[in-house]
């Protein structure tokens, strides 16, 4: 039986990582109406809006990636990139502590770290149609009731000069709307933008040392191009 909208889903638009097409996820969302698009995506797995970003994760793979460290770096990825990232783990609870030989209090932590000092909420869900289902409800909250956009860059056409302005920062490795958005309320230019220092860029909120040294270096390696 098939997944119906409580609610109109007109105008719904969630961006999903190609990594998840596989999954029944996606056609779970656009049995409810929401418009799938599939992209690959930096950051995180599904995109409701420009605020909120969501890494879902299976239990075995959650713990995996305990296991492998990969959920630290996934996540700081996440909550650098969106003002309200959100954890979605997939499965039954109580294999949490079943699955890998992983000792119980280790898991606990990480989950009291996610929750605490990385301050990302962790939603949990029994399976593929109940992800669609609360990721749904997440992007209609946002979208229709919040009135918030959702955007990836060359998806949705500049207007006005803020947002040509936004559109240009915004082609920097590893920078959002989000944060083309602070990079220009401190610099108020573009120009002061693409020439500011890595020490000054790390000062952004979002951004940090790494990054900043990335897009330092994208604005002045020299161009090697293709010859015709």
Not at 15 to 35: H, K, M, T
Not at 82 to 92: A, R, Y
Not at 120 to 130: C, G, H, V, Y
Request: hydrophobic share 40%; proline share 4%; with cysteine.
């Amino acid at each position: 039986m098939k997944a119906q909208a409580l609610l109109p889903a007109e105008g719904i638009r969630i961006f999903a990582d190609n990594r998840e097409s596989p999954s029944l996820i996606n056609r779970y969302l656009e049995e409810l109406g929401a418009e799938v698009v599939r992209k690959n995506l930096e950051v995180g797995d599904f995109i409701a809006s420009e605020r909120v970003g969501i890494e879902r994760k299976r239990i075995s793979d959650f713990l995996q990636s305990i296991t492998d460290q990969r959920i630290f770096k996934q996540l700081s990825n996440l909550r650098e990139s969106f003002e309200c990232p959100v954890l979605m783990i997939e499965g039954n609870p109580e294999l949490l502590f079943l699955e890998r030989r992983i000792h119980g209090n280790s898991i606990r932590g990480v989950l009291a770290h996610i929750a605490i000092d990385s301050r990302i909420p962790i939603i949990w869900t029994q399976n593929s149609r109940e992800s669609a289902a609360q990721i749904f409800w997440i992007a209609r909250r946002e979208q229709i009731q919040k009135s918030n956009s959702i955007s990836i860059r060359a998806s949705k056409k500049a207007r006005t000069h803020a947002q040509r302005q936004e559109f240009l920062v915004a082609g920097l490795p590893h920078v959002n709307t989000v944060l083309s958005r602070r990079l220009l309320k401190k610099f108020r230019t573009v120009r002061k933008v693409f020439t500011a220092k890595p020490d000054k860029l790390k000062r952004v909120p979002g951004l940090g040392e790494e990054k900043a040294k990335r897009i330092w270096e994208l604005i002045n390696k020299e161009y090697k191009g293709k010859k015709k």
